[in-house]
């Protein structure tokens, strides 16, 4: 056991050190430790305690009727080798908790056993129901899921996972779904008469066929107590990404035609992609997506659904192999919208295919409002369609970005579009033609089928999450994407979705796949400050970048806004006060030993923000973005205050024994991606470092001049990029630089004594 230097770290091991005790003396037969956590069984109750939190929380799940307990072993090939609990309740129903070194949650199973003579079909499997001990209830929770931040009376339950936090200390439980194979994960909540919280989750499998004497280990639900929320939050996303072995590619920056002109046409096409390429590519647009309306098909109930051929009537007469041609030639990845889990079966073309279609236990095909008709995926015929369709997009046509909308017709989902709180769907109505495999599973196998007739180099976007959040658990690992919000719109109402879901599964991004949280926009309509904050928000979380905009037709101030949001940072970006408030206000972004803050006054009127972003008393400053001014020196708090509807981006820099870069005009985030490897030579008192720049296009590198020793006046500047100017103001060196050469430009600036 180790133990702390400081009086506050023994009393914490001794306090740790009771508990075990107590759980040993209080007749508990089971009493295991795994890094912080600590995992003590009976036969009435088990407790899950971990680190610093083992004096305040506890999960507790009660069981009084268990018949046997016993303490078991496990080798996991995504997990390692790890221990656990396994529980027999008297009527036969076993449980398993385990842990695995280096992980800070419970991994959690249900048995599914089929005693009888007669195959059973399973819909709904309840988990252990872990009630939250320990806690004051002077202090309430607040719960955070899928449909945002609401008190535990008001939580309807949450897809996938679920946090119940304490705003004031951060801490916060983390239940969710690791595995989500053959089923569909919810965690709901309860609240007691006195005021005790309780977390009960739940896997919907719709219908699961066991044979009689089958038994299989149901999906994996993890569980753990953390001292600050996003931590808990982030490694539940890990998890996740080990179990299903996620690996991501390079977060793209999107053209959609979708909300500037719906399919586009060829001619207009071509020439956007024309200016993209000359005034957008070279700051990290690299995708043109052509979106609905280019297919062919009767327009029945939603889109047409035939994606075989475009519509020779339509605007793209030429055929779509054409349009993506040239927006390669352009060097861009061609992109395209299918619904590639659906038809409509009213319509002529499936008029001799109507096996083809999920049913309902009557035999009426298993229809949705605008999404259509499941395909059923199950069928060797229907299989072979959707490849056919891919392959084709993909390999004859040439389209590599491929955005797949009316994605829970994947699984015969129910359409409850906007869905994000969780609600019931009659889950387990659909009949499919093999009853051995559930919704859910249909749906990840044909993901799989897509993946394959694409090709490993496809990007996959799926389209939409809140469709039906079902779908959210069961793309994992199966797509490149995910849309994690509604459709977006140029208004003020409608820019609040992209913070507002991609805040609430921030976690998600960078982990699982690349969160969209659909296109941003800039156009003139919209006022400057909104345009800007959006834009913002969008650069500072580093998610997918997507704007849907006549780019030629944009005031310059307005193109340079999309400009200086490319590409993604790569950072590590987290919402500071995720627990705290609806909408978070407040985000970090760490980029190597680099780090700036986002700060979002989303409300119509002013306000003053503080943050406290450090806690060693080391002097620091700030620079906005925006403003382009250096805040007064601060020590551990940063404070500002921002109109209405505004946002602002501060590159944050602790005073140090030397001057050092504190950021450019390239990008928002201004100390991420746009600069490099940064040296100070103490005997030529020179400081050397790379800084991103656009062939032909003007930055300014700024240079915080302010050391622990005073501030230090520049002499002069030496770059293979010219040096149009150089501004020395308080505390802050500024250097135009134009560049003939795109690329991390090496810049030194000499300094005296």
């Not at 991994?107 to 001990?133: D, E, I, T, W």
């Not at 109402?493 to 699982?512: D, M, T």
């Not at 006046?713 to 308080?730: I, M």
């Amino acid at each position: 056991m180790r133990y702390c230097k400081t009086h506050k770290g023994y009393v914490m091991k001794i306090k740790v050190f009771l508990l075990a005790a107590v759980c040993a003396l209080s007749g508990f037969g089971v009493v295991l430790e795994q890094g912080d956590l600590m995992l003590c069984a009976d036969k009435t109750m088990l407790a899950l305690t971990a680190g610093p939190l083992r004096a305040q929380a506890s999960l507790a799940y009660h069981y009084p009727d268990a018949a046997d307990f016993r303490e078991v072993a496990v080798d996991d090939g995504r997990f390692g080798a790890g221990k656990g609990v396994e529980i027999t309740h008297a009527s036969g129903e076993k449980e398993r908790f385990l842990l695995y070194p280096g992980w800070p949650f419970v991994f959690v199973q249900k048995m599914l056993k089929n005693a009888s003579s007669q195959a059973a079909v399973v819909n709904r499997v309840a988990y252990p129901v872990f009630a939250l001990s320990g806690r004051s209830t002077e202090k309430p929770w607040k719960i955070l899921g899928t449909g945002g931040l609401v008190s535990p009376e008001k939580n309807a339950g949450s897809y996938m996972w679920s946090a119940a936090g304490e705003p004031e200390s951060g801490m916060a439980a983390v239940a969710g779904f690791i595995s989500t194979d053959r089923a569909s994960g919810v965690v709901r909540t309860a609240l007691s008469g006195d005021g005790k919280l309780s977390l009960l989750p739940h896997a919907d499998y719709g219908r699961l066929v066991l044979e009689p004497g089958r038994e299989e280990w149901s999906e994996v639900l993890a569980a753990g107590l953390f001292p600050v929320a996003q931590d808990g939050l982030e490694r539940y996303a890990d998890a996740i990404a080990r179990f299903y072995d996620v690996k991501l590619k390079p977060t793209p920056a999107v053209h959609c035609t979708w909300y500037v002109d719906h399919a586009s046409s060829d001619a207009v096409l071509r020439a956007r992609a024309d200016f993209i390429a000359q005034a957008l590519r070279p700051y990290g647009m690299n995708v043109v997506q052509v979106d609905d309306g280019w297919q062919i098909g009767e327009k029945k109930n939603g889109p047409k659904k035939v994606f075989t051929d475009s519509n020779p009537k339509g605007p793209y007469p030429g055929g779509m192999k054409a349009a993506a041609d040239h927006i390669r030639a352009r060097g861009m990845a061609p992109g395209i919208w299918l619904m590639p889990f659906c038809g409509t079966h009213d319509d002529a073309f499936f008029a001799d295919k109507q096996d083809w279609f999920v049913k309902h236990a009557d035999g009426r095909p298993f229809d949705n409002t605008w999404s259509g008709t499941a395909y059923d995926l199950t069928r060797e015929d229907t299989r072979a369609f959707l490849f056919d369709t891919v392959h084709r997009i993909v390999h004859d046509w040439g389209y590599t970005y491929l955005k797949l909308d009316g994605i829970l017709t994947g699984g015969a989902y129910r359409q409850i579009y906007v869905n994000d709180s969780f609600q019931e769907d009659g889950m387990g109505e659909a009949r499919l033609s093999n009853p051995k495999i559930t919704q859910t599973e249909m749906m990840r196998n044909s993901l799989d089928l897509l993946r394959q007739a694409a090709g490993p180099d496809a990007f996959l976007l799926g389209c939409c999450s809140q469709q039906n959040m079902r779908s959210l658990g069961a793309v994992i690992g199966k797509v490149d994407a995910m849309r994690v919000g509604p459709d977006a719109y140029g208004d003020w109402r409608g820019l609040l979705v992209a913070p507002k879901y991609g805040s609430w599964q921030y976690f998600y991004h960078g982990r699982l796949w690349h969160n969209d949280p659909d296109p941003f926009y800039v156009r003139p309509g919209l006022p400057l400050n909104e345009a800007r904050a959006i834009a913002t928000w969008v650069a500072v979380s580093g998610q997918m970048n997507t704007t849907s905009e006549s780019y030629a037709a944009l005031p310059p101030e307005r193109l340079a806004i999309i400009r200086a949001t490319m590409p993604a940072h790569g950072g590590a970006a987290r919402p500071l006060d995720l627990f705290e408030r609806p909408l978070p206000a407040f985000w970090r972004v760490v980029s190597g030993a680099r780090e700036s803050f986002g700060v979002f006054n989303w409300g119509d009127g002013e306000e003053a923000f503080t943050r406290k972003v450090a806690g060693d008393g080391r002097a620091r400053v700030a620079l906005g973005f925006w403003s382009g001014a250096l805040t007064p020196v601060f020590t551990d708090t940063l404070t500002c205050a921002l109109p209405g509807r505004s946002a602002e981006s501060f590159a944050v820099c602790a005073v140090g024994e030397a001057p050092q870069a504190i950021g450019t005009s390239r990008h928002v985030v201004q100390n991420g991606s746009c600069l490099g490897a940064e040296r100070w030579d103490e005997q030529a008192r020179s400081l050397t470092v790379e800084a991103a720049c656009v062939a032909g296009d003007p930055v300014e590198l700024r240079i915080l001049t302010l050391t622990t020793r005073g501030a230090r006046k520049a002499l002069h500047v030496k770059s293979a990029a010219e040096v149009e100017a150089v501004a020395a103001g308080e505390n802050l060196l500024r250097i135009r630089l134009k560049s003939p050469e795109t690329g991390m430009i090496p810049v030194t600036v000499f300094f005296e004594k």
